[in-house]
Protein backbone atom coordinates (compact mmCIF):
# COMPACT_ATOMS: atom_id res chain seq x y z
CA UNK A 1 0.00 0.00 0.00
CA UNK A 2 1.25 3.62 -0.95
CA UNK A 3 1.56 6.46 1.80
CA UNK A 4 -0.84 9.44 1.57
CA UNK A 5 2.12 11.67 0.82
CA UNK A 6 3.33 9.90 -2.82
CA UNK A 7 -0.28 9.06 -3.93
CA UNK A 8 -0.91 13.07 -2.99
CA UNK A 9 2.25 14.23 -4.89
CA UNK A 10 1.87 12.47 -7.78
CA UNK A 11 -1.85 13.32 -7.84
CA UNK A 12 -0.83 16.69 -7.30
CA UNK A 13 1.78 16.39 -10.46
CA UNK A 14 -1.15 15.60 -12.67
CA UNK A 15 -3.51 17.46 -11.42
CA UNK A 16 -1.12 20.47 -12.53
CA UNK A 17 -0.19 18.87 -15.73
CA UNK A 18 -3.80 19.11 -16.76
CA UNK A 19 -3.44 22.67 -16.14
CA UNK A 20 -5.80 23.04 -12.69
CA UNK A 21 -5.07 26.27 -10.77
CA UNK A 22 -4.65 24.52 -7.00
CA UNK A 23 -3.82 20.79 -7.82
CA UNK A 24 -2.21 19.99 -4.29
CA UNK A 25 -5.83 21.54 -2.43
CA UNK A 26 -7.45 19.69 -4.81
CA UNK A 27 -5.49 16.75 -4.34
CA UNK A 28 -6.42 17.18 -0.85
CA UNK A 29 -9.83 17.83 -1.07
CA UNK A 30 -10.56 14.74 -3.69
CA UNK A 31 -8.53 12.26 -1.30
CA UNK A 32 -10.46 13.50 1.74
CA UNK A 33 -14.13 13.16 -0.44
CA UNK A 34 -13.07 9.35 -0.58
CA UNK A 35 -12.36 9.18 2.17
CA UNK A 36 -15.05 10.18 3.73
CA UNK A 37 -13.24 12.43 5.99
CA UNK A 38 -12.18 15.88 6.80
CA UNK A 39 -9.29 17.22 4.99
CA UNK A 40 -7.00 18.13 7.56
CA UNK A 41 -7.45 14.56 8.76
CA UNK A 42 -6.00 13.56 4.97
CA UNK A 43 -2.66 16.10 5.50
CA UNK A 44 -2.31 14.31 9.07
CA UNK A 45 -2.30 11.11 7.47
CA UNK A 46 0.31 12.54 4.78
CA UNK A 47 2.61 14.20 7.27
CA UNK A 48 2.43 10.66 9.20
CA UNK A 49 2.86 8.97 6.09
CA UNK A 50 0.02 6.57 7.04
CA UNK A 51 -0.81 3.89 3.85
CA UNK A 52 -3.69 5.34 1.83
CA UNK A 53 -6.20 1.72 1.90
CA UNK A 54 -6.66 0.18 -1.52
CA UNK A 55 -10.62 0.81 -2.06
CA UNK A 56 -9.80 4.92 -0.91
CA UNK A 57 -7.14 4.43 -3.49
CA UNK A 58 -8.99 3.33 -6.54
CA UNK A 59 -12.11 5.99 -5.72
CA UNK A 60 -9.50 8.49 -5.40
CA UNK A 61 -7.65 7.85 -8.69
CA UNK A 62 -11.60 8.21 -10.31
CA UNK A 63 -11.91 11.29 -8.90
CA UNK A 64 -8.10 12.83 -9.72
CA UNK A 65 -9.28 11.52 -13.68
CA UNK A 66 -12.48 13.12 -13.46
CA UNK A 67 -11.01 16.50 -12.43
CA UNK A 68 -8.49 16.51 -14.77
CA UNK A 69 -11.17 16.36 -17.45
CA UNK A 70 -11.92 19.65 -15.51
CA UNK A 71 -15.74 18.49 -14.41
CA UNK A 72 -15.76 21.03 -11.07
CA UNK A 73 -14.09 20.05 -8.02
CA UNK A 74 -17.73 20.90 -6.25
CA UNK A 75 -19.44 18.72 -8.49
CA UNK A 76 -16.98 15.71 -7.74
CA UNK A 77 -17.42 16.10 -4.09
CA UNK A 78 -20.96 17.50 -4.20
CA UNK A 79 -20.60 20.27 -2.17
CA UNK A 80 -19.39 24.13 -2.17
CA UNK A 81 -18.20 26.05 0.86
CA UNK A 82 -19.65 29.89 0.91
CA UNK A 83 -19.49 31.77 4.53
CA UNK A 84 -19.86 29.05 7.14
CA UNK A 85 -22.33 27.39 5.54
CA UNK A 86 -21.38 24.23 2.99
CA UNK A 87 -24.30 23.85 0.41
CA UNK A 88 -25.20 20.67 -1.83
CA UNK A 89 -24.19 21.48 -5.32
CA UNK A 90 -24.15 19.18 -8.70
CA UNK A 91 -25.32 19.33 -12.58
CA UNK A 92 -28.24 22.47 -12.69
CA UNK A 93 -27.22 24.49 -10.47
CA UNK A 94 -24.66 27.41 -10.53
CA UNK A 95 -21.44 26.69 -8.03
CA UNK A 96 -21.48 29.91 -5.52
CA UNK A 97 -18.18 31.81 -5.88
CA UNK A 98 -16.18 33.38 -3.03
CA UNK A 99 -16.63 36.90 -4.35
CA UNK A 100 -20.75 37.04 -3.71
CA UNK A 101 -19.63 36.05 -0.31
CA UNK A 102 -19.48 40.01 0.10
CA UNK A 103 -23.09 40.54 -0.54
CA UNK A 104 -23.83 39.49 2.45
CA UNK A 105 -21.23 41.70 4.15
CA UNK A 106 -22.30 44.69 2.10
CA UNK A 107 -26.22 44.26 3.10
CA UNK A 108 -24.96 44.20 6.94
CA UNK A 109 -22.87 47.70 6.10
CA UNK A 110 -25.79 49.47 3.72
CA UNK A 111 -28.29 48.33 5.48
CA UNK A 112 -28.11 47.09 9.21
CA UNK A 113 -31.65 47.74 10.18
CA UNK A 114 -33.46 45.78 6.93
CA UNK A 115 -35.92 43.26 7.81
CA UNK A 116 -37.06 42.40 4.34
CA UNK A 117 -34.50 40.76 1.80
CA UNK A 118 -35.50 39.52 -1.49
CA UNK A 119 -32.56 37.55 -3.74
CA UNK A 120 -33.30 37.62 -6.92
CA UNK A 121 -31.74 34.37 -8.96
CA UNK A 122 -30.92 32.81 -6.19
CA UNK A 123 -29.44 29.20 -7.55
CA UNK A 124 -28.69 27.29 -4.73
CA UNK A 125 -29.64 29.49 -2.29
CA UNK A 126 -26.11 29.98 -0.53
CA UNK A 127 -26.48 33.73 -0.28
CA UNK A 128 -30.31 33.52 0.43
CA UNK A 129 -29.30 30.88 3.38
CA UNK A 130 -26.45 33.26 4.22
CA UNK A 131 -28.33 35.97 4.75
CA UNK A 132 -31.39 34.70 6.79
CA UNK A 133 -28.53 32.98 9.07
CA UNK A 134 -26.27 35.58 9.63
CA UNK A 135 -28.90 38.56 9.68
CA UNK A 136 -30.79 37.85 12.64
CA UNK A 137 -34.42 38.52 12.51
CA UNK A 138 -34.90 38.44 8.91
CA UNK A 139 -37.48 37.49 6.45
CA UNK A 140 -35.49 36.31 3.27
CA UNK A 141 -37.16 35.86 0.06
CA UNK A 142 -35.25 33.93 -2.82
CA UNK A 143 -36.24 33.73 -6.50
CA UNK A 144 -35.41 31.65 -9.20
CA UNK A 145 -36.67 30.74 -12.29
CA UNK A 146 -34.89 27.34 -12.76
CA UNK A 147 -37.19 23.89 -11.20
CA UNK A 148 -33.34 22.16 -11.45
CA UNK A 149 -31.49 24.93 -9.36
CA UNK A 150 -34.58 25.54 -7.15
CA UNK A 151 -34.60 21.59 -6.55
CA UNK A 152 -31.06 22.25 -4.82
CA UNK A 153 -31.82 25.72 -3.42
CA UNK A 154 -34.80 24.31 -1.54
CA UNK A 155 -32.57 21.20 -0.21
CA UNK A 156 -30.03 23.49 0.86
CA UNK A 157 -33.14 25.50 2.93
CA UNK A 158 -33.79 22.21 4.79
CA UNK A 159 -30.51 21.18 5.52
CA UNK A 160 -29.97 25.04 6.94
CA UNK A 161 -33.41 25.18 8.75
CA UNK A 162 -32.35 24.92 11.81
CA UNK A 163 -29.51 27.48 12.17
CA UNK A 164 -32.00 30.10 10.01
CA UNK A 165 -34.34 29.31 12.59
CA UNK A 166 -31.84 29.81 15.67
CA UNK A 167 -31.55 33.46 14.00
CA UNK A 168 -34.84 33.87 14.84
CA UNK A 169 -35.13 34.38 10.56
CA UNK A 170 -37.17 32.91 7.72
CA UNK A 171 -36.74 32.11 4.78
CA UNK A 172 -39.16 31.81 1.36
CA UNK A 173 -37.91 29.98 -2.04
CA UNK A 174 -40.04 31.39 -4.73
CA UNK A 175 -40.04 30.08 -8.33
CA UNK A 176 -40.78 32.38 -11.11
CA UNK A 177 -39.11 35.02 -13.15
CA UNK A 178 -36.52 37.48 -11.35
CA UNK A 179 -37.74 40.62 -13.61
CA UNK A 180 -41.54 40.39 -13.15
CA UNK A 181 -41.72 39.86 -9.45
CA UNK A 182 -43.26 43.23 -8.69
CA UNK A 183 -46.04 42.55 -10.91
CA UNK A 184 -49.09 42.14 -8.86
CA UNK A 185 -50.21 38.75 -7.87
CA UNK A 186 -46.60 37.50 -9.02
CA UNK A 187 -45.14 35.24 -6.00
CA UNK A 188 -43.15 37.04 -4.82
CA UNK A 189 -45.81 40.27 -4.07
CA UNK A 190 -48.06 37.51 -2.65
CA UNK A 191 -45.37 36.43 -0.30
CA UNK A 192 -44.49 40.18 0.64
CA UNK A 193 -48.56 40.09 1.42
CA UNK A 194 -48.30 44.36 0.47
CA UNK A 195 -45.10 45.06 2.08
CA UNK A 196 -41.91 46.11 0.12
CA UNK A 197 -38.41 44.81 0.41
CA UNK A 198 -36.00 47.13 2.74
CA UNK A 199 -32.99 45.49 0.36
CA UNK A 200 -32.65 43.68 -3.32
CA UNK A 201 -29.78 41.81 -3.87
CA UNK A 202 -29.05 39.72 -6.77
CA UNK A 203 -26.42 38.05 -8.59
CA UNK A 204 -28.10 37.51 -12.17
CA UNK A 205 -26.67 36.02 -14.98
CA UNK A 206 -24.37 38.64 -16.90
CA UNK A 207 -21.78 37.06 -19.39
CA UNK A 208 -22.53 38.84 -22.82
CA UNK A 209 -23.36 37.17 -25.95
CA UNK A 210 -20.97 34.93 -27.94
CA UNK A 211 -18.24 35.91 -24.99
CA UNK A 212 -17.36 32.17 -23.72
CA UNK A 213 -15.98 31.64 -20.26
CA UNK A 214 -12.17 30.34 -20.83
CA UNK A 215 -12.62 28.07 -17.65
CA UNK A 216 -13.74 24.78 -18.79
CA UNK A 217 -15.48 23.89 -15.12
CA UNK A 218 -17.57 27.32 -15.98
CA UNK A 219 -18.13 26.87 -19.80
CA UNK A 220 -19.07 23.01 -19.82
CA UNK A 221 -21.02 22.93 -16.12
CA UNK A 222 -22.72 25.94 -15.07
CA UNK A 223 -26.08 26.23 -16.53
CA UNK A 224 -26.38 28.64 -19.40
CA UNK A 225 -29.29 29.88 -17.89
CA UNK A 226 -26.62 31.22 -14.71
CA UNK A 227 -24.28 32.59 -17.02
CA UNK A 228 -25.72 34.73 -19.84
CA UNK A 229 -27.73 38.05 -19.33
CA UNK A 230 -28.72 38.53 -22.27
CA UNK A 231 -27.86 41.16 -25.43
CA UNK A 232 -25.18 42.30 -26.63
CA UNK A 233 -23.60 43.48 -23.43
CA UNK A 234 -24.84 40.32 -21.12
CA UNK A 235 -27.04 43.34 -18.77
CA UNK A 236 -30.39 42.74 -19.94
CA UNK A 237 -31.37 40.84 -17.00
CA UNK A 238 -29.17 42.87 -14.79
CA UNK A 239 -31.41 45.50 -16.20
CA UNK A 240 -34.64 43.60 -15.41
CA UNK A 241 -33.47 42.86 -11.74
CA UNK A 242 -32.64 46.52 -11.20
CA UNK A 243 -35.83 47.93 -12.93
CA UNK A 244 -38.14 45.02 -10.43
CA UNK A 245 -35.62 45.91 -7.26
CA UNK A 246 -36.62 49.81 -8.06
CA UNK A 247 -40.13 48.78 -7.87
CA UNK A 248 -39.90 46.12 -4.57
CA UNK A 249 -37.76 48.77 -2.42
CA UNK A 250 -39.49 51.15 0.41
CA UNK A 251 -38.22 54.36 -0.46
CA UNK A 252 -34.20 54.44 1.17
CA UNK A 253 -34.15 50.98 0.92
CA UNK A 254 -31.14 49.44 -0.60
CA UNK A 255 -30.48 47.52 -3.84
CA UNK A 256 -26.90 45.58 -4.37
CA UNK A 257 -26.22 43.67 -8.17
CA UNK A 258 -23.28 42.13 -8.52
CA UNK A 259 -22.08 42.45 -12.20
CA UNK A 260 -18.73 41.67 -14.29
CA UNK A 261 -15.69 43.53 -14.00
CA UNK A 262 -16.05 45.41 -16.91
CA UNK A 263 -19.89 46.30 -15.84
CA UNK A 264 -19.46 48.81 -13.38
CA UNK A 265 -19.73 51.91 -15.01
CA UNK A 266 -22.91 50.71 -17.41
CA UNK A 267 -24.44 49.75 -14.00
CA UNK A 268 -24.08 52.34 -12.74
CA UNK A 269 -26.17 54.06 -15.81
CA UNK A 270 -28.46 51.61 -15.31
CA UNK A 271 -29.53 52.36 -11.55
CA UNK A 272 -29.19 55.92 -12.04
CA UNK A 273 -31.86 55.53 -14.71
CA UNK A 274 -34.13 53.66 -12.37
CA UNK A 275 -33.87 56.86 -9.55
CA UNK A 276 -31.28 55.19 -7.31
CA UNK A 277 -29.24 57.65 -5.37
CA UNK A 278 -25.75 57.45 -3.47
CA UNK A 279 -24.87 55.27 -6.73
CA UNK A 280 -21.24 53.21 -5.33
CA UNK A 281 -19.22 50.66 -7.07
CA UNK A 282 -17.51 48.14 -4.59
CA UNK A 283 -14.60 45.86 -5.68
CA UNK A 284 -14.03 42.02 -5.03
CA UNK A 285 -11.16 40.96 -3.41
CA UNK A 286 -8.87 40.69 -6.26
CA UNK A 287 -10.02 44.66 -6.22
CA UNK A 288 -11.39 44.35 -9.24
CA UNK A 289 -15.23 45.87 -9.67
CA UNK A 290 -18.06 43.63 -8.83
CA UNK A 291 -20.62 44.88 -7.24
CA UNK A 292 -23.22 48.16 -7.60
CA UNK A 293 -25.26 49.29 -4.78
CA UNK A 294 -27.99 52.50 -4.41
CA UNK A 295 -30.63 53.27 -2.76
CA UNK A 296 -34.06 53.67 -3.42
CA UNK A 297 -35.41 56.97 -4.03
CA UNK A 298 -38.14 58.48 -1.92
CA UNK A 299 -41.24 57.82 -3.44
CA UNK A 300 -40.10 55.45 -6.16
CA UNK A 301 -42.04 52.88 -4.65
CA UNK A 302 -44.60 52.16 -2.01
CA UNK A 303 -45.34 53.39 0.90
CA UNK A 304 -42.50 52.15 3.67
CA UNK A 305 -42.85 49.09 5.48
CA UNK A 306 -39.77 49.31 6.96
CA UNK A 307 -39.72 47.89 10.25
CA UNK A 308 -36.83 47.51 12.55
CA UNK A 309 -35.42 44.93 13.25
CA UNK A 310 -36.76 43.13 16.92
CA UNK A 311 -34.52 44.60 19.75
CA UNK A 312 -31.63 42.47 20.66
CA UNK A 313 -30.92 40.93 17.42
CA UNK A 314 -28.44 42.72 16.42
CA UNK A 315 -25.37 43.51 13.60
CA UNK A 316 -23.85 40.59 12.47
CA UNK A 317 -20.17 41.15 12.87
CA UNK A 318 -18.28 41.91 9.54
CA UNK A 319 -16.05 39.15 8.72
CA UNK A 320 -12.35 39.27 8.94
CA UNK A 321 -10.32 40.72 5.72
CA UNK A 322 -9.34 37.43 3.25
CA UNK A 323 -12.35 35.59 4.32
CA UNK A 324 -13.02 35.64 0.60
CA UNK A 325 -11.73 32.88 -0.59
CA UNK A 326 -14.36 29.94 0.31
CA UNK A 327 -13.41 27.08 3.27
CA UNK A 328 -11.81 24.91 1.50
CA UNK A 329 -9.10 27.49 0.66
CA UNK A 330 -9.40 27.65 -2.99
CA UNK A 331 -10.60 30.32 -5.69
CA UNK A 332 -12.89 29.23 -7.83
CA UNK A 333 -13.03 31.47 -10.67
CA UNK A 334 -16.16 33.90 -11.21
CA UNK A 335 -18.44 33.25 -14.34
CA UNK A 336 -16.72 35.69 -16.76
C1 LIG B 1 -25.03 33.62 -11.65
S1 LIG B 1 -26.23 32.54 -11.00
C2 LIG B 1 -26.23 33.06 -9.30
C3 LIG B 1 -26.89 32.10 -8.36
C4 LIG B 1 -26.72 32.47 -6.89
N1 LIG B 1 -27.33 33.77 -6.60
C5 LIG B 1 -25.25 32.50 -6.51
O1 LIG B 1 -24.69 33.58 -6.38
O2 LIG B 1 -24.66 31.42 -6.39
C6 LIG B 1 -27.72 33.26 -11.65
C7 LIG B 1 -29.01 32.50 -11.31
O3 LIG B 1 -30.10 33.22 -11.90
C8 LIG B 1 -31.05 32.30 -12.40
N2 LIG B 1 -31.85 33.03 -13.39
C9 LIG B 1 -31.55 33.34 -14.67
N3 LIG B 1 -32.51 34.09 -15.21
C10 LIG B 1 -33.45 34.26 -14.26
C11 LIG B 1 -34.68 34.97 -14.20
N4 LIG B 1 -35.17 35.64 -15.27
N5 LIG B 1 -35.39 34.94 -13.06
C12 LIG B 1 -34.93 34.26 -11.97
N6 LIG B 1 -33.77 33.58 -11.96
C13 LIG B 1 -33.04 33.59 -13.08
C14 LIG B 1 -30.21 31.17 -12.94
O4 LIG B 1 -30.96 29.98 -13.07
C15 LIG B 1 -29.12 31.08 -11.87
O5 LIG B 1 -29.50 30.22 -10.84
Do not use: K
Not at 251 to 273: D, K, T
Request: charged fraction near 20%; glycine fraction near 12%.
Amino acid sequence: MTGYDAVLAEAARRLAEAGLPSPRADAELLAAHAAGVERGAVRRAALMAEPMPGEVRRRFEELVDERRARIPLQHLTGTAAFRTLTVEVGPGVFVPRPETELIVDLVASLSPEARRIVDLCAGSAALTISLAAELPGTEVYGVELSEQALAWARRNAAANAGRIGAAGSSLHLLAGDALTQDHPGSPLRTALAGAQADAVVSNPPYIAEGQEPLDPEVRDHDPELALYGGGEDGLRIPAGVTRAAAALLVPGGVFICEHGSGQGAAMRVLLGRHGFTGITTHQDLAGRDRFTAGRSAPGASHPSALRTRRAGAGVPTARPAGQGQNQQGRRTPSHE
